[in-house]
């Protein structure tokens, strides 16, 4: 038998899984080498929606790379906002109030949500539950017109500023996220019930892109993904920004790293969201949101109209942008898929000297071949999914 | 001899017009609306004749006339002859194996004997499998006429799946035979006339796991490893376009109907009602005179097949919006290891509770 | 510094690794899954045929030029330009919002009239390039330009109908009045 099987003119299929290919996207082109089903080898190969933001980024004052950090990880804005304004804060060495800070966490908050039920239901429809991903598209869209509520757009958020927030929480807020809160709970069981025990999803996403937590750490996983092999690093826990030290809850740790922890622990998340937004809102200090730096944070309408210091700060602010002293800085944050970490250097001129960004889902997309090799072609479905790789912000 | 001629014609026309005319536009239109209502969506509703736009009726319509404009488009490399062919020999397999599926009883019309069923076969069971499996040669070919890797992975998962899931499907209909005695459908139907002997009660096992793998069979959803969009592109018809491609979809949708009514036969009673046989429904009509009574009771008959027949689809739709998809190896373990064993089991359970009575 | 890491008690999500016989027998599942989306069904159906009398009924679908979204206060549509009740245009061209447009979306040519009052003799806003950041009317400082609500017409089939002049763009005052109070508002509410 061996020895027919050697005469016999065999060899691998290659073959290319994107970029126009419907579980990559459109961002990511997986090459890979099939010996039938199975996965021999895989290459990724990334850069398809690279935009050059770190160079645009220097090309404009501090304050315009504010609707750039939008198209990063364009499924939760209001993170990449958050991190970008703490790393320049940072950086001059300013503290927001603390009515800012309670609102930007509830910010963030609304956009994890939104981040982790478009994951969940993306990945929902592509291993075929389509249903399922519907129920959670719902529930993105509830989010979502919170988001418009609150900021002016559903995804292009740019709602916080370098020493404060774009506007203040608008009336009826709290109200609106109650009931949003409620329908969103349902569907959060409806989807429960429909994936989580149901064994033709289990048996697709169990076991599958095990990544065992020594080779997570190596290989720089964070957020979800980490959280499923077990390590409970959290950056809002670890390294505590904003007010999170002041808030109840929990982080939920899966236990061997493959995607159905990936998909448990995001399911957790989005509840433990709901919790620290109802929190926020309920602990709500009142009080300014901007802080009075008129060097660093633009004026309002009124002073300007009516008073000429304003007025020439204002321009100048404007046409110079702001200017923090020279210096470098590393912040991050928790973004929706792991460490959404700035860092910035600055030469003190009104833009930014450099602006890089750690993307945290680009050691995750790098280690995709180590995650399904051996698998089928079938399994680069739910893994791909769970690792949540987002185009704009691998690519940048 | 004539009278022959025009039952059959008849009978020929009306399934035709029912499955072509009625089934297979109207499916795409039900899963459509269906799905939106089981995602809280509205679904397609916007083609409107005048401003009418009923309930996105016109869709079908709106569909027929793109696919009929639409290029028809064969890839480079590809075998022309097997690549035009493959659609055919998935459809036409669907349209006929509902010749052989009653859709009533015998009854004397006019003098004359009606049976309702264009074909009474009295291997009806086999003529469909046999049809069944040629059906699997339209993906096989199509998948490898396409010259494209995802076809060509499309094809090998479908006729693999295919294969497998008709030997299943072939064992679980022996229990069914066994306890009927025949092969013939119509026979089986009539037999159906106690509510207490339906397939379903006489066979529950058999039942479930003949819908699995007809489902299987047939490539739907949780099925539709051969096509699963998000891994294979489109399976085995990724390079089909226009009316090709709507055959391909025509034989899925008239197999969803062929399905259903085999269930039906088998093991929902047929065309009968509860507890009413069809000596019942002629008493019952006997106002009408005896034609007349004869007329009504084939009406009752047809709408209650048809009603089971309905039931069915909506069964078939509610879950393949419901469910996740299998991976390819999964559905071979389920086939193999878990539907095979259980069907022989219940073949031997079966055997062992007949010998015993 | 944030929680030491031995402190912290993690969730654990990941429940009852192994499926009961009752689970892995797959139907009872898929019943339990077939009924929730059977509920939706239903409710949806029934809310369909007779839609039951003062409950919105649950589907999100908004038949688009039919029925249309309410928009929040807070939405920023296309910028247009607020026009004084003369006919002219607010804006002395100061030129901030040309130099804060992260998208270089603005081009203004000011002029001097004989008063010595500037205006733009020329204002182009390329909405092709516009990203609806609202940076613009952030900064002006004469409240002239304003983001509405506008979102339509922006779909053309030749770019340069996508450049808007000023004269596009010019809008009365009072069908923007609300967007102006609305950025007075919250500007002057949130800063000192």
């Known amino acids: ?396 | 001899m004539v009278a022959d001629l025009i039952e059959s014609v008849v009978k020929i026309l009306f399934i035709f017009s029912v499955n072509i005319g009625f089934f297979s536009p109207i499916l795409g239109w039900v899963e459509r609306k269906q799905s939106a209502l089981m995602q809280d969506r509205v679904g397609a509703n916007r083609a409107d004749v005048f401003g009418f736009t009923l309930i996105g009726l016109f869709h079908p319509i709106a569909d027929a006339i793109k696919v009929l404009t639409k290029e028809d488009f064969v890839p480079e490399g590809a075998d022309r002859l097997f690549h035009t062919l493959a659609p055919f020999i998935s459809l036409t397999p669907a349209i006929i194996a509902f010749a052989v599926i009653p859709f009533g009883g015998q009854y004397v019309l006019f003098g004359h004997h009606v049976n309702l069923i264009i074909a009474d076969l009295d291997v009806g069971i086999l003529f469909i499998f046999a049809f069944a499996s040629l059906a699997s040669f339209g993906a096989v070919l199509g998948g490898w006429a396409s010259n494209n890797n995802w076809s060509f992975l499309g094809g090998l998962r479908a006729s693999a799946q295919m294969l497998s899931y008709e030997v299943v499907m072939g064992l679980n209909i022996i229990g069914v035979i066994m306890v009927y005695g025949t092969l013939r459908l119509s026979e089986i139907g009539a037999m159906q006339v106690n509510f207490f002997h339906w397939g379903i009660f006489l066979q529950p096992v058999g039942f479930i796991l003949f819908f699995t793998c007809a489902i299987a069979e047939n490539k739907r959803a949780p099925f539709d490893v051969a096509e699963a969009e998000s891994e294979l592109v489109a399976g085995y018809f990724t390079e089909y376009s226009g009316m090709k491609f709507v055959m391909f979809w025509m034989g899925e949708f008239l197999e969803i109907v062929t399905i259903a009514g085999l269930i039906t036969t088998l093991f929902f009673g047929a065309w009968h009602l509860p507890f009413v046989s069809d000596r019942m429904l002629v008493d019952f009509f006997g106002f009408a005179g005896p034609d007349g009574a004869n007329i009504l009771a084939i009406l009752v008959n047809i709408a209650t097949f048809f009603a089971k027949v309905l039931f069915f689809i909506w069964l078939q739709m509610t879950i393949r919006w419901t469910l996740p998809r299998f991976r390819y190896d999964q559905v071979m373990r389920l086939g193999w290891k878990m539907f095979l064993p259980i069907a022989l089991i219940n073949i031997f359970i079966t055997g062992l509770v007949l010998l015993v009575k | 510094m944030g929680v030491p890491f031995e402190k912290l008690k993690p969730k654990r999500v990941r429940k009852n690794i192994e499926l009961t016989l009752w689970e892995r027998l797959y139907i009872f599942e898929i019943i339990r899954g077939l009924h929730i989306t059977s509920m939706h069904f239903f409710t949806n159906l029934i809310g369909f045929v007779l839609p039951p009398k003062g409950k919105k009924r649950k589907i999100m679908t908004v038949y688009y030029p039919e029925e249309k979204l309410e928009l929040p206060i807070a939405y920023r549509g296309r910028p247009v330009l607020v026009m004084r009740e003369n006919g002219t245009e607010r804006c002395v061209a100061c030129g901030l919002c040309e130099k804060i447009c992260p998208a270089s979306a603005i081009a203004i040519v000011a002029e001097e009239r004989e008063n010595g009052d500037r205006f733009p003799a020329s204002y182009t806003l390329d909405m092709s390039r516009c990203v609806f950041c609202g940076y613009c009317e952030e900064v002006c400082p004469k409240e002239a330009i304003v983001m509405s609500a506008e979102y339509e017409g922006l779909a053309r089939r030749n770019r340069n109908n996508l450049i808007f002049s000023k004269e596009k763009l010019l809008r009365p005052e009072e069908s923007v009045r609300d967007r102006i109070d609305y950025i007075r508002g919250i500007y002057a509410r949130c800063n000192y």
Not at chain 1, 152 to 171: E, H, Q, S
Not at chain 1, 202 to 212: A, E, L, W, Y
Not at chain 1, 247 to 252: G, K
Not at chain 1, 256 to 284: C, P, T
């Open chain 1, 1 to 396: 038998m061996s020895d027919t099987a050697k005469d016999l003119h065999s060899e691998y299929m290659v073959i290319n899984m994107g970029p126009s290919h419907p579980v990559t996207h459109g961002t990511v082109k997986f090459l890979l080498t099939l010996e039938g089903e199975t996965i021999i080898d895989m290459k990724v190969d990334i850069g398809y929606l690279h935009r050059g933001f770190e160079k645009m980024c220097e090309n404009g004052t501090w304050e315009q790379v504010m609707p750039y950090t939008d198209r990063l990880n364009y499924v939760s804005p209001l993170i990449n906002n958050v991190g970008y304004a703490l790393a320049v804060e940072k950086l001059i060495g300013i503290e927001t109030p603390q009515r800012c800070q309670y609102i930007r966490v509830i910010a963030s908050e609304l956009a994890r949500i939104s981040d982790h039920y478009t994951n969940i239901a993306a990945s929902g429809l592509e291993l075929g539950a389509f249903t399922a991903f519907l129920y959670f598209v719902e529930a993105r869209e509830l989010v979502w017109d919170l988001i418009e509520m609150l900021c002016g757009a559903r995804v292009t958020a740019n709602y916080v500023r370098i020493g404060g927030l774009k506007n203040d929480l608008p009336d009826g807020f709290k109200a609106k996220t109650r009931d949003v809160f409620k329908r969103c709970r349902e569907l959060w069981a409806d989807v429960d019930h429909l994936l989580t025990k149901n064994r033709i999803f289990i048996d697709r996403v169990r076991n599958v892109g095990i990544m065992p937590p020594k080779d997570a750490i190596a290989w720089g996983f964070t957020g979800p993904c980490l959280r499923a092999c077990g390590i409970p690093y959290d950056v809002r826990k670890f390294h505590p920004y904003l007010v999170y030290d002041q808030m109840d809850f929990e982080v939920p740790v899966g236990e061997k790293g493959d995607n159905f922890d990936r998909y448990a622990v995001r399911m957790e998340e989005i509840n433990q969201s709901m919790r620290i937004v109802e929190q926020a809102l309920d602990k709500l200090p009142s009080g300014p949101i901007n802080v009075d730096m008129p060097e660093y944070r633009w004026q309002s309408k009124e002073d300007i109209s009516n008073r000429i210091e304003s007025l020439i700060f204002h321009f100048k602010t404007v046409t110079e942008g702001i200017k923090p002293p020279a210096g470098e800085v590393y912040s991050a944050v928790e973004g929706a898929n792991g460490e959404l970490g700035f860092y910035l250097v600055s030469d003190g001129s009104g833009k930014p000297y450099k602006c890089r960004v750690r993307p945290p889902c680009f050691p995750l997309t790098a280690a995709m071949p180590k995650m399904v090799k051996g698998g089928f072609i079938a399994d680069i479905v739910p893994t791909f999914d769970m690792i949540n790789m987002i185009g704009g912000e691998c690519d940048r």
